[in-house]
């Protein structure tokens, strides 16, 4: 009998993070939707019900100290284990500014949230991973952090990009030999909320995320990636 899959993602509720829970569910997933607000994860789980997707709503504030593992409460009691964590949640598309004359306090709070919010988050719901058979981690990235082609401008977004891309490589690393698969995904340009008009179709960016999160055993690790090949960092 094959087990299902559980999948957690957070910041869940809009945009590329709900359309990644989409694609799970659809592929047969048991998906676990998060936000900030329970409220918020309630009526974006009771949209995807309407779509015949049934997902579970939780509230995590990957921002907040003590959440992950209040969450890995919830989660061992309903499920044993996590089979997929995807650290989708972020902020601060950051465009107004410049790193030569930045709101540092700006930088701090992306920091909070798209570094260290992924980071306790999988400090957090690492001993439910290891409990999976086929364990998978994905952040979701940007090209925005990639030090090839780094620019000028957005210097919060980018820099916690960059730092999330090296959080990645480390992961990857020490966690090789248990075969948990560590992998950033750059979704591209995507036409949401933060991305704003003109993107391609949040599906699209979405798919590259699930790709990453449904890799074989043999799958690559310690990678960057943008619609499944390889992003230079």
């Known amino acids: 009998m094959i ?9 869940a509720n809009r945009g590329i993070g709900l359309e990644v829970c989409r694609q799970l569910a659809a592929a047969g997933h048991t998906v676990v939707l998060t936000a900030r607000s329970a409220d918020k994860a309630e009526a974006a789980a009771r949209d995807l019900a309407g779509e015949g997707l049934p997902v579970h709503p939780m509230r ?23 089979d997929v964590l995807v650290n989708n949640a972020a ?37 439910l991973l290891r409990a999976s058979a086929r364990p998978r981690i994905v952040n979701v990235s940007s090209g925005a952090g990639s030090l090839t082609t780094m620019g000028g401008g957005t210097p919060a977004y980018r820099v916690s990009k960059a730092a999330l891309n090296a959080l990645t490589r480390m992961l990857a690393d020490e966690l090789r030999v248990e075969g948990i698969l560590v992998n950033a995904v750059c979704p591209g340009w995507v036409a949401t909320d933060m991305g ?3 993107g391609r179709p949040v599906a699209e960016g979405a798919a590259g995320i699930v790709w990453a ?6 799958g690559p690790t310690g990678g960057f990636f943008r619609d499944r090949k390889p992003v230079p960092w």
């Open 3 to 11: 087990m299902d899959v559980v999948s957690l993602v957070t910041g």
């Open 60 to 82: 995590l504030d990957v921002s907040a100290q003590g959440e992950p593992e209040r969450a890995a409460k919830e989660l061992a009691g309903r499920f044993g284990r996590l």
């Open 91 to 127: 902020i601060a598309y950051d465009t107004s500014q410049r790193a030569s004359a930045a709101d540092l306090g700006v930088v701090r709070t992306a920091l909070e949230t798209n570094l260290y919010g992924a980071w306790r988050t999988v400090l957090g719901l690492l001993p």
């Open 196 to 198: 704003g008009r003109g």
């Open 213 to 218: 999160a449904t890799l074989p055993g043999d």
